[in-house]
């Protein structure tokens, strides 16, 4: 059982944090505001949204794992 | 009109009505099986059902229409996208559990018995978040069914009418919806959540290849004819530059929000177990990679030369104008019909089980055997969908201020939620003065400026000051919400004789006791 890790959730609740500062105001600001550069065409402020929602996907699957998600009750 | 746009059109709504029918043939004939399937759904359907109903007409028509308009300002739809469904990780199975040991098919009926269903704060709560869900879904239901109009008028050249789109759309729903319920609503929900998927990744790369020559090619154009559509937050609809507090506003209030959907609730209660709703909830960012193919379009509308009534008809006025195949247009006209489906026949099956359950059930005390009960939700689904078309018939701003505005509404619920899942001392007065105080100020900020200078006798520069913050209404009014829902409990707490069914309650709802 991994249930009780605190580091695991001190971690996953200070990537919230940093995800959503990261989508408003200020990273969003940083980060969106400007037109280059470009990857695979795109611009910056839509390669850093899809960068965060594949961020948090892995990043909800390790904490789904190691808090023990998968365990059925 | 093409007759093979009408063929695909046609075929679509026969297989979704043939899905949605079949579907619901073995469960069970109470409410339960109604409107929690039996508590049965497995992780394919509940992942469809969590994503095709949010991912709605608002996504397929509203996206493009946004980033034709105002351009990065979409992407505030995608940036809430990736957070809104987490705290749904911790709720969700909390609820389960709740749904599993008490009954509960709907949120607000978990709610009230937390705080005593008897009790007058119990029964007020039920009632006043009949009321607000009602309020919330009926708009909501309403951007579905213009979206359906929209796209059959667009694509039979204004020979089928928006109303009447909307309503041989609608048409098709409430015949699935009535004979199955969420089980009805889940098994198309699969299949259209598949289908658009796939349209939109197929038409977003298509279209920006067509008309520019790729994705890249057509951000360069854009970079040097539009680039303030580029840079983020973008425009206004009126063209004025967006700041950053509101696109900053419109992503939090939607992030808290999104978990608190009474629609979902109920699917927490529909789910199989809480690993499947857990499995869900990590799986769902995934859902936010099809909304950047709807973007990209809205995108190669900006320089297409020709230009649509409204915003959200970028994308279908885009495909009648470019002499595309029939089958194309077909297919992406039953796409959009999917997203628009998807959503409404949720909201409608919601709206109604919710009125009768929490409104009647709990908040009136009405009695209701398992089969009128079921026969009372159908009514009233048939109510709803007519309430929402007439609704639909006198909306002209656009799908996505449409649903800002539902969730400054829905966002009220959240403090009342979480604390009922998670603390213990709150009181059911506390929650339900939070959530009156909140809704009040929601809907005075909302209110437009002319009410506040002419019926409240303020000076226009004063009415225009409170109509600055619309914005913020839903934000405002939840935190005067916290705050009440913090104070009364307070003052509260000496006089309360719960606390041992609070416990038993949290207890139950961590997984402390067993459910079953």
């Known amino acids: 059982m991994t249930k009780n890790r605190p580091l695991i959730h001190i971690c996953f609740g200070l990537y919230l944090i940093l995800a959503l500062l990261s989508l408003v105001w200020p990273g969003m600001a940083w980060i969106g505001s400007r037109l280059e550069p470009r990857i695979l065409g795109l611009p910056p402020g839509v390669m850093w949204v899809a960068f965060w929602v594949v961020a948090t996907c892995l990043v909800l699957f390790v904490y789904h794992r190691a808090t023990g998600g998968e365990e059925l009750e | ?516």
Not at chain 2, 260 to 281: E, G, N
Not at chain 2, 335 to 364: E, K, Q
């Open chain 2, 1 to 516: 009109m093409s007759p093979v746009i009408v063929g695909i059109v046609v075929a679509y709504l026969v297989i979704c009505l043939i899905i949605g029918m079949r579907a619901g043939s073995g469960a069970g004939e109470d409410a339960t099986g109604y409107v929690a399937g039996d508590r049965s759904i497995g992780l394919l359907v509940m992942y469809f059902i969590t994503g095709a109903t949010i991912f709605s007409a608002f996504a397929f028509l509203g996206a493009p229409g946004w980033a034709y308009q105002k351009g990065s300002a979409v992407l505030y739809i995608l940036c809430y996208g990736v957070l809104g469904f987490i705290p749904f990780y911790f709720l969700g199975p909390r609820a389960a559990r709740l749904g599993r040991k008490y009954g509960f098919v709907t949120q607000a009926e978990m709610v009230a018995t937390r705080f005593g269903s008897e009790s007058s704060s119990g029964r007020g709560l039920a009632m006043v978040m009949a009321i607000v869900s009602t309020v919330a879904f009926v708009p909501y239901l309403a951007i579905q069914m213009k979206g359906a109009g929209i796209v059959l008028n667009m694509v039979t050249n204004g020979e089928v009418s928006t109303a009447v789109g909307a309503a041989l759309t609608y048409g098709v729903v409430l015949l699935y919806v009535l004979r199955s319920g969420v089980l009805g609503v889940g098994w198309t929900n699969t299949f259209q959540g598949l289908f658009m998927m796939a349209i939109a990744w197929g038409l977003g790369l298509y279209l920006p290849y067509v008309l520019y020559g790729g994705v890249g090619a057509m951000f360069d154009r854009l970079a040097v004819e539009r680039p303030e559509l580029l840079a983020a937050p973008g425009l206004t609809k009126d063209g004025t530059p967006w700041n950053w507090a509101e696109f900053s506003a419109a992503v939090i209030k939607s992030v808290i929000g999104f978990s608190v959907w009474p629609h979902l609730f109920m699917r927490a209660f529909s789910s199989k177990d809480t690993r499947t709703l857990k499995r869900t909830v990590v799986l769902y960012p995934t859902f936010q990679l099809f909304l950047i193919p709807l973007i990209l379009i809205g995108f190669a509308g900006v320089l297409f030369g020709l230009t649509p009534d409204q915003p959200d008809q970028i994308l279908p006025f885009m495909l009648v104008n470019m002499d595309l195949p029939s089958v194309v247009v077909g297919l992406f006209c039953a796409g959009a019909l999917a997203a628009s489906m998807s959503s409404g026949d949720a909201m409608a099956h919601t709206s109604a089980s919710i009125l009768v359950r929490d409104g009647y059930i709990t908040a009136m005390r009405g009695k209701l055997g398992a089969q009128a009960e079921r026969k009372w939700i159908r009514v009233v689904v048939v109510l709803i969908v007519i309430a929402s078309y007439v609704f639909h018939l006198y909306w002209q701003d656009s799908l996505v201020q449409l649903l800002l505005y539902a969730y400054d509404g829905v966002i009220q619920f959240a403090p009342g939620v979480i604390a009922t899942l998670t603390l213990r001392k709150v009181t059911g007065a506390g929650v339900l003065t939070g959530l009156l105080a909140g809704c009040a100020v929601n809907v005075a900020l909302l209110m437009p400026s002319s009410i506040w200078s002419d019926w409240a006798g303020l000076a226009q520069t004063q009415a225009d000051s409170i109509g600055q913050l619309r914005p913020f209404a839903g934000l405002i009014g939840l935190g005067v919400n916290i705050s009440l829902l913090a104070l009364v409990s307070a003052c509260g707490r000496a006089a309360s004789t719960s606390d041992e069914a609070s416990r038993h309650f949290l207890e139950v709802a961590a997984g402390g006791e067993s459910p079953n």
